[in-house]
């Protein structure tokens, strides 16, 4: 393999970057938009807790809340029960 001379310029560097800035923005963008059910589903845990309902991952589908998410807001729930009875 040949020297590069100098100066020489290559965009892999520069590509990489940009596809590291964009799967970033992405990602916020992904997470903002599911806070506002990860917040829905802590609130409804806490309630249970406060109620003294048992704390435990899955169950009814929850109201409001998109059949890809259910999964990860019945964890939730869960989660935020068992913080709240500690």
């Not at 506002?36 to 435990?56: I, K, N, V, Y």
């Amino acid at each position: 393999m040949e020297p590069r001379p100098a100066g020489d310029f290559t965009m892999r560097p520069v590509a990489a970057l940009l596809v590291t800035a964009l799967m970033s923005s992405q990602l916020r963008s992904a997470l903002a938009a599911v806070e506002p059910t990860f917040e829905h589903c802590c609130r409804l845990g806490s309630r249970a807790a406060r109620d003294g309902q048992p704390c435990h991952v899955g169950g009814a589908p929850v109201p409001d809340v998109a059949a890809e998410e259910q999964a990860m807001c019945h964890a939730v729930q869960a989660i935020c029960c068992l913080r709240k009875q500690r």
